[in-house]
């Protein structure tokens, strides 16, 4: 079997833009997920529990459906009805978005709940509110555990990317499968796809694995 270079050297290129693009969805996706999730994951640790429940069903439908779904549905059906046609980029930024935000929640929530409750209760007595109290005491301290997860759903974003394809952004596998269907190859296109997403998820967590570390030693 002949691997064809000249192929991948063409459309190189393309690949670096999509590469940029990847990252810069991705980035916007854990960026906007992480403030939704915040919100989401306070709203659902509320002791009213009926006040909980608008976000308890937000999590359950975004973690229960496909994100190949929610795109869709994102893209055809709520990206029209804002900006008055359908975008690509739009629409994959608010799906990874949202979907994000489902599961950053849930890391939030656990975060928050592993800090021991006498944290909260001291800084009451301190004088502080319930708000200055999560602000200042309880939010720092669950921030440190909560790294590794949100950089592994940062790892997990770069690789969902890859379904925005289906709408033409052009990230990484749109010109993939471009120059699969220009050239009817194979090996090629997608090979180089999938030793670009490595290298995009091993860099991560090699830079993850240095801001652990030096989390521990502060």
């Known amino acids: 079997m002949d691997f064809r270079f000249d192929i991948i050297i063409e459309y190189s290129p393309y690949l670096v833009k999509g590469t940029l693009l990847t990252i810069g ?6 960026l906007i997920g992480t403030i939704l ?5 306070l709203g659902k640790i509320q002791r009213r529990k009926l006040l909980t429940w608008p976000f308890v069903w937000y ?34 930024i608010l799906a990874l978005s949202l979907n994000a935000a489902a599961y950053i929640a849930e890391i939030f929530r656990a975060g928050i709940q592993s800090i021991d409750r006498g944290q ?21 301290q669950a921030f440190k555990r909560m790294i590794p997860p949100l950089g592994n759903e940062f790892i997990v ?9 289906i709408v033409a952004t052009p990230e990484i596998m749109y010109w993939g499968r471009a120059m699969a269907g220009q050239y009817y190859r194979v090996w ?30 502060e």
């Open 120 to 140: 909260m209760e001291a800084a009451r007595s301190l004088g502080m509110t319930h708000v200055q109290a999560m602000r200042y005491v309880i939010l720092p």
């Open 25 to 30: 969805l991705s980035l916007a996706g854990i």
């Open 37 to 41: 999730g915040l919100f989401i994951g």
């Open 157 to 165: 974003l770069i690789k969902e990317s890859s379904l925005a394809a």
């Open 188 to 217: 090629e296109p997608y090979l180089t796809a999938a030793v670009i997403y490595l290298i995009l998820t091993l860099s991560l967590s090699f830079l993850l694995n240095l801001l652990e570390r030096r989390l521990k030693t």
């Open 59 to 92: 999590i359950t439908f975004f973690r229960g459906t496909p994100l190949f779904v929610q795109i869709l549905l994102i893209h055809f059906g709520v990206v029209p009805m804002l900006i008055g046609e359908t975008n690509g980029i739009v629409a994959t």
